[in-house]
């Protein structure tokens, strides 16, 4: 074979890996997509669950004394040093369009509107033991939940 048909034919063998992997590439994008690779095993959780809740204004409160305390631990300056090369995903994180902009209030309602969503959720979930922690002292709420644990 001349120098000239050995190359003709590396280069055939390239352009066959190349579709291969092109094939491949669309076929397992396609069973991604359609959940092949989805398990379908139930999961059964055994341990105990617990979902802590508050009154919702003393929830609003908290969530506003948080805040507050992040701008003023410089969570602004934090934010806007990193928008330059912060990635979509990251500009999606809760505060972190608000607190560009400068609008600390925003950023609460958006809290606020989170933290609802969230209990919304847990209240779904079967077997949820709810414990209200308003008012308590974080050492009484862990000494409860580990009653749960250790009966």
Partial sequence: MSDGGAK?????IAAAILAALLVAA???TYLA???AF???DKVTVTSPRAGLVMDRAALAERIGERVDRMVADGARGEVERA??????TARKALGFE???AGDVEAMKARTRRYAKRQLTWMRKLPDVRTLDVTGRD???????LHGMIEP
Wanted: hydrophobic share 50%; proline share 3%; no cysteine.
């Fill in 8 to 12: 003709r034919s590396h280069v055939r």
């Fill in 26 to 28: 669309v076929v397992f």
């Fill in 33 to 35: 997509y359609t959940a």
């Fill in 38 to 40: 989805t398990s379908t």
């Fill in 83 to 88: 928008a330059a090369t912060a990635s979509p």
């Fill in 98 to 100: 608000e607190l560009l």
């Fill in 138 to 144: 974080a050492a009484d709420v862990a000494a409860e």
